[in-house]
């Protein structure tokens, strides 16, 4: 099962930031935190990830907190384009159970409007 | 460097029939995963491979599916007498290694629709 939890859905106004948030009280030391976006049919998009500090690349910044029970995806400047399934996900390292594998919950869906 | 590939991308099967899904990773990449989408639901894992072995298969049902990654050439994905709860999005996802962190994220991709009729 899922270790995240998500709202099922937001919008979001073109060109304005996107804040999905996302929480995983159980978190454990050795887990990051994962986001996927699953466009209309198409195969999941990797997005990002971090451990505890915050990270940016060219499509998302990521923000943890300090005691790492939630997670908020930032799209600074959401196009029609974002309008997608966000998946925030969990994933140990490897000789845990887990074995690198992704568990995916239910997501958000963000609907950008213009 | 060309993303992880998949075909057919559309696959129709009558009941009964074989189906086999072919997943070719990203260049350099020796770990694949295979993932299972039902209609208006979400993604679901079913099995974890690397060259030539099974690591995890927590997430294969237990008859009629079967998933090899041979030494040379792609992934495969084998329904034997596909039903109609067979179909669905399948995808492949390739790693450059099993763990998390690092520069080891998952690429899916495009996915194979399996339609069973």
């Known amino acids: 099962d899922a270790k995240t939890t998500q709202p099922p859905s937001m919008d979001c106004a073109e060109g304005r930031a996107a804040n999905l948030p996302c929480n995983h009280s159980t978190i454990s030391g050795n887990e990051y935190v994962y986001w996927y976006r699953q466009i209309h049919s198409q195969g999941p998009q990797y997005i990002i990830h971090g451990l505890k500090n915050n990270e940016t690349n060219e499509m998302a910044s990521l923000i943890i907190t300090e005691d790492r029970k939630s997670s908020t995806l930032i799209l600074p400047h959401a196009t029609l384009r974002d309008t997608a399934v966000y998946y925030c996900?969990?994933?140990?390292?490897?000789?845990?159970?887990?074995?690198?594998?992704?568990?995916f919950g239910q997501g958000t869906t963000l609907q950008v409007k213009p | 460097n060309a993303g992880v590939m998949q075909n057919p991308r559309h696959l129709v099967r009558r009941r009964g029939q074989e189906a086999r899904l072919r997943c070719s990773p990203m260049k350099g990449h020796s770990h694949v995963y295979w993932y299972r989408q039902l209609p208006e639901e979400g993604l679901k894992f079913m099995v974890y491979?690397?060259?030539?072995?099974?690591?995890?298969e927590s997430g294969m049902p237990k008859e009629r599916f079967s998933a090899e990654f041979p030494k040379e050439g792609p992934s495969i994905l084998r329904i034997q007498q596909v039903v109609r709860g067979d179909s669905a999005a399948y995808f492949c996802?390739?790693?450059?290694?099993?763990?998390?962190?690092?520069?080891?994220?998952?690429?899916f991709g495009p996915g194979t629709r399996l339609t069973v009729l």
């Open positions: 491979l690397q060259k030539e072995n099974i690591i995890d």
């Open positions: 996900i969990v994933r140990a390292y490897h000789g845990s159970s887990n074995t690198g594998k992704l568990i």
């Open positions: 996802a390739s790693s450059p290694t099993g763990l998390a962190g690092g520069n080891n994220e998952q690429f």
